[in-house]
Structure formats: structure tokens, C-alpha cells
């Protein structure tokens, strides 16, 4: 599996900015996976800022980013977007795409994009 993220870059505070993550791979079924974004800052180890199943649930962690930002996904593009409305110097950081499977035998296939910098600054 690869996992190539998109769409970093420089934000102004309180703008947009909208980061997609495409998922490929031979044989590769996009709706196995559980998908999320996490980010790594300086100050900070790497955080999980939103998850989305296989089935379409969406969860969103940190008070930081609660409301502010929205997971989504698009199984026939095979890709995962992360939309990010009002961002703040805070959420300046590498933000990575991870993409996690449940086998039938309960082992686990996990796979990290690269990362693709996000800074908000004026």
C-alpha cells in the first residue's frame, strides 16, 4: 500500500486549507481500511487529529481542532481529505496519512504516508 498526501503548504490564520491523502496499491481494496490523520510537531509528539472507518464513521480527537476541521473520505477515488477551516499558528505541524487493516486472522496491516507540511502564519 502507498499513501501520498497532498495540499500542504502555507495557510494564513483563520483561512482554508484542504489536505488529501490517495491510497494505491495492487489488489488493494480501499474500504478495508480505517483511515486517519495524524500530526507532528516540533513541541509535540505525533498526534491523532481525526480517524474515519471503513464504515464511515468519523471520530475527531484534541480540543484544538474540535469543529474546526472535517474527515472525509471517497472510496472511488481512493482518497481521504482532511478539510481545514479557521487554522491557527497551533496547527502548524507535518501532518501524515496512516491507513490501518484488520485481516480475517486479526493480524493488522498498518501503513504511513510521507507527511506533507502544513504552516499557518500571517
Known amino acids: 500500500v502507498q499513501l501520498v498526501e497532498s495540499g500542504g503548504g502555507l495557510v494564513e490564520p483563520g483561512g482554508l486549507l484542504r489536505l488529501t491523502c490517495t491510497l494505491s496499491?495492487?489488489?488493494?481494496?480501499?474500504?478495508?481500511?480505517?483511515m486517519s490523520w495524524y500530526r507532528q510537531s516540533q513541541q509535540k509528539d505525533r498526534e491523532l487529529v481525526a480517524k474515519?472507518?471503513?464504515?464511515?464513521?468519523?471520530?475527531k480527537d484534541g480540543d484544538l481542532v474540535k469543529g474546526r476541521f472535517i474527515i472525509s473520505s471517497e472510496s472511488a477515488r481512493r482518497t481521504m481529505s482532511l478539510r481545514m477551516d479557521m487554522p491557527q499558528s497551533e496547527d502548524t505541524a507535518v501532518y501524515y496519512c496512516?491507513?490501518?487493516?484488520?485481516?480475517?486472522?486479526?493480524?493488522?496491516?498498518?501503513?504511513w504516508g510521507q507527511g506533507t507540511q502544513v504552516t499557518v502564519s500571517s
Open positions: 474515519i472507518t471503513r464504515y464511515g464513521g468519523t471520530k
Open positions: 496512516y491507513a490501518r487493516r484488520v485481516n480475517p486472522s486479526y493480524s493488522t496491516d498498518e501503513d
Open positions: 496499491g495492487s489488489g488493494v481494496t480501499f474500504t478495508d481500511y480505517d
